[in-house]
């Protein structure tokens, strides 16, 4: 069974289209995270939400949407898709908000390339 | 806000040892971990300290010293299948998060 899944893994799209990515975890976990890792293998963090709320946002730009329907998905959204936003976007999730432990599971990635 | 530095890139020849430091400025701290991510792939847990000193799982090691700032994974008897990126993470449970290291790049070689 696989903890946190991500669809689709590979994106490949045009510069100014708007795209979904879909993460989903069966671990019974509160917060979910969304990463982004750049060519260069940095991995920062974009958002967090713990029970289907937003609690970091971490100042990233309004094209960015997240949404969580429920506390075991939680999807990104982007508009007007830009060359800088290629990257891989993971997906975590973790037991608890602000839980004395916060060991991450994190989904395979979704590589998104803007041509 | 969170500084959290590691060396980019070590070379280390199968069989032997080798250690990768962390090193950390942070306003809040509450742990500390590591993950390994392999080529493609996403990152996975292989250890965690909150007290100072050595947790030691396997072939993998841990240490923190939180007067110092200061962490190190050691890795024994390397087989190439480390080569791996491995990720610092600082978790501060204040802000709900854990600040991520830009990684070290591990190449063993035979």
């Known amino acids: 069974d696989t903890a946190v899944s991500q669809t689709p893994k590979y994106l490949v799209t045009q510069m100014g289209n708007d795209k979904s990515i879909k993460c989903e975890q069966n671990?019974?976990?509160?917060?979910m995270y969304w990463y982004k890792q750049d060519s260069k293998k940095f991995l920062k963090i974009m958002f967090s939400?713990?029970?289907?709320?937003?609690?970091i946002n971490e100042t990233v730009p309004n094209r960015f949407s997240p949404k969580s329907p429920d506390k075991a998905h939680l999807n990104l959204h982007i508009n007007s898709l830009e060359l800088g936003d290629s990257a891989v976007y993971f997906c975590?999730?973790?037991?608890?908000?602000?839980?004395?432990?916060?060991?991450?599971?994190f989904g395979p990635g979704t590589r998104l390339t803007v041509l | 806000g969170q500084n959290i530095d590691q060396p980019t890139e070590m070379t280390a020849t199968e069989g032997a040892i080798v250690q990768i430091n962390c090193t950390y400025q942070?306003?809040?701290?509450?742990?500390l971990f590591w993950y390994q991510q392999h080529a493609g792939e996403a990152p996975t847990f292989l250890s965690y300290?909150?007290?100072?000193g050595l947790e030691e799982k396997g072939r993998f090691s841990s240490f923190l010293s939180r007067s110092k700032g200061y962490s190190y994974l050691l890795l024994k008897e390397l087989q190439m299948k480390d080569s791996a990126s491995y990720l610092c993470?600082?978790?501060?449970?204040?802000?709900?998060?854990?600040?991520f290291g830009d990684g070290t790049t591990l190449t063993v070689k035979p």
């Open positions: 671990l019974g976990h509160d917060t």
């Open positions: 939400y713990n029970n289907k709320e937003l609690i």
């Open positions: 975590a999730s973790s037991q608890e908000f602000r839980g004395s432990y916060n060991e991450q599971f």
């Open positions: 942070t306003s809040g701290f509450n742990g």
């Open positions: 993470a600082v978790y501060n449970t204040n802000a709900g998060k854990s600040t």
């Open positions: 300290n909150v007290l100072d």
